[in-house]
């Protein structure tokens, strides 16, 4: 009935000594409660390691894996609390179109490494896989999750998040762009007097109904050097040919 983070600072206050009948007082967790984390504390922190509940808090391990994950949350991901909500348990579903496959792996890989030791399990939908794995902190991880459409709330990255996709922000952008995006072959037409030309070129492009969202995949491929437009207002186009070039070597099309 109490969660992590309720958890992690009884255990900073027992192990500075104070006493539990002092921290059950102060926050109202019971002395049943308090005296399970203290006797069971190896048994229990191995279930609930996770480095943003840590103290100091520290960055995720598997930081490229977390850039690609976070890529795919923001894209087409949704976070949830699951059973009675006093229990604390969350459930990260992202959705994975059957027409690539290899999708549906790479995320399930990218969601192991981020949270090691937690089950991942997919759950078909009409064209798509939901890829899905339940937590305690997804929360933590995860800090732009919250009630409603992503479209109709804020969103930013943390500082610590913003750490991890500057060291990382070809793999953010791999996820933004498999998950909401899509690298196509974009024809064309000009009239000439002798008839019309077709011209055939690569293109990429990232739609998201989050100007918030948007703006993080333009930051991220500012700082690789692609250069980008709108060419709708929910939609980011990378067409130059040395744009295209740059991405085909970390993204290219989805299989």
């Not at 500075?16 to 102060?26: K, T």
């Not at 459409?149 to 930013?156: C, L, T």
Request: net charge positive.
């Amino acid at each position: 009935m109490y969660g992590p983070q309720n958890r992690s600072n009884a255990r900073r206050r027992m192990q500075a000594g104070e006493s539990l009948l002092s921290i059950s007082r102060s926050t109202g967790i019971s002395l049943a409660a308090l005296r399970e984390w203290r006797d069971h504390r190896e048994r229990d922190g191995q279930r609930a390691v996770c480095p943003r509940c840590a103290s100091p808090p520290s960055l995720p391990e598997a930081r490229r894996d977390y850039a690609y994950l976070l890529g795919l949350y923001l894209g087409d991901g949704c976070i949830s609390v699951i059973g009675d909500p006093a229990k604390g348990v969350w459930v990260m579903r992202i959705a994975c179109a059957d027409a690539w496959p290899g999708l549906v792996d790479e995320c399930i890989a990218a969601r192991m490494a981020v949270r090691p030791g937690n089950k991942v399990n997919t759950v078909p939908k009409d064209g798509c896989k939901s890829v899905v794995a339940s937590s305690r902190h997804w929360p933590c991880l995860f800090p732009q999750h919250g009630p409603g459409r992503k479209h109709e709330r804020k969103i930013e990255l943390a500082d610590w998040q913003r750490a991890v996709t500057t060291q990382y922000p070809n793999r953010l952008i791999r996820g933004l762009i498999h998950s909401d995006g899509c690298r196509f072959t974009n024809r064309v037409r000009r009239p000439l007097k002798n008839g019309d030309r077709w011209y055939e070129y690569p293109r990429y492009m990232f739609t998201n109904e989050s100007a918030d969202i948007l703006a993080i995949c333009g930051e991220a491929l500012d700082q690789l050097g692609v250069s980008w437009r709108f060419s709708r207002r929910n939609t980011i186009s990378v067409a130059h040919r040395d744009a295209v070039a740059r991405l085909d070597q970390f993204v290219g099309p989805k299989y």
